[in-house]
């Protein structure tokens, strides 16, 4: 198809569309055209995908700039930022800010929406600066401060990351802020750390805490602070805190418990507190750790039968192949059938994910508590069900 009858068309049905979207409701005249951008994208997108880039391009370099039409502008900015083609979204952006007939109001706007389009590109400073300008504005300063934070996070300057978010959380934004600012709060905690700062980690872990009581990472923080000044009594409390706080992170404290206790604390109160904690959080995690525990203070056939009846319950590969081993050794030999199973069990789990991001699913072997995939903190967790917790 010739490009200018691509482009005429193309305007043709902008053009048609909006019109008709305008007088099919008479009221939506009254409002202001930008705050209908959703439905603007939904009139557009069959054009994205029915003509070529180059039509597109050209559409928005004829369009005029005016209340009514900023919206297809920033539409169409959009769609290529989502698309992942940032430089064109960046300079549909720019152009639209360098003319001199853009609307004064819709300035801010625009330039949140090239802000994003620098930190979709990894161009941090320069989404910094647009940032920083836009933190005073009345409508838009919120969503910037949002947007600022994510690039001090990138860049891991934890401390201007922690002041901004402290802003917010001042001027009552909502409630995931005090989340971010508590795990910031940690960032710097662990900074500390390193640096053996155990005033600061410990008053810095304090001030997640209250920032988010559910803070499960400070908690661990603490717990390994407790560790390093030989505090082993109150480590192994810090760890039990975590079940309270959020049991889908116990099998990360179980592990810290378990190495704890059998180096420093009591076999038998070590069992009594995993039965507790099995009875009321079961895990895969927690049954292991208990059978271990188990094994130790009653012997393997105690281990075994604990094993069998829990896996009727809630079976699990890990439990299947901690079952196989135990009763194997049992028997003083290890059978044809139980090396199969033990072998394909490790196959399932071979280089299987762990850890999976609830918001996003993102998933992985390594825990992440700022998912890097959709930038939430705490959303990536250990994985549920037979072949894993």
Known sequence: ???????????????????????????????????????????????????????????VQSLAVNKDTVSLHLSIGSHFRLKGETERAILIHQNLLARPDLPSRFSPQVTLELAKDYLN????????????????DREYGQRSALQLIEVY???????????VARTLAKAGADPSVSKSLAYITCELADEAFREDDRWSVQKLCKEALEYDPSCVRATLILMKLQIRQGNFRDASNQSLKVFDQNPEFGPEAVDRLMRLENEHGDVGRLGRKLRKLYERYPSTSLLLALADSVERSS?????????????????????????????????????????LVSRIGHLILQNRPVY???SCGF???????LCPSCKEWETVRPIQGVEAE
């Not at 192949?321 to 003083?332: F, M, Q, T």
């Open 153 to 163: 996070q990138q860049e891991k300057e934890w401390h201007k990351a922690a002041d």
């Open 356 to 358: 999976q991001c609830v």
């Open 299 to 339: 012997g393997r056939p105690a281990a075994i039968e604990l094993l069998r009846q829990e896996l009727e319950v809630r079976p699990s590969v890990r439990g299947l192949l901690r079952l196989v081993a135990l009763a194997g050794y049992e028997k003083g030999m290890t059978t044809d059938e139980g090396r």
């Open 1 to 59: 198809m010739d490009i200018v009858l691509q482009w005429l068309l193309l305007t043709a049905a902008v053009a048609a569309g909006w019109a008709l979207a305008r007088l099919s409701n008479p009221a939506s005249r009254s409002r202001k055209s930008i705050s209908d951008e959703s439905s603007v994208r939904e009139r557009l997108q069959f054009l994205f995908t029915n003509y070529s880039d180059q039509a597109v391009d050209n559409f």
């Open 121 to 136: 590109a990894g161009l941090l400073d320069r989404a910094e600066a647009l940032l920083q300008e836009l933190m005073g």
């Open 363 to 369: 998933s992985g072997q390594q825990l992440h508590w």
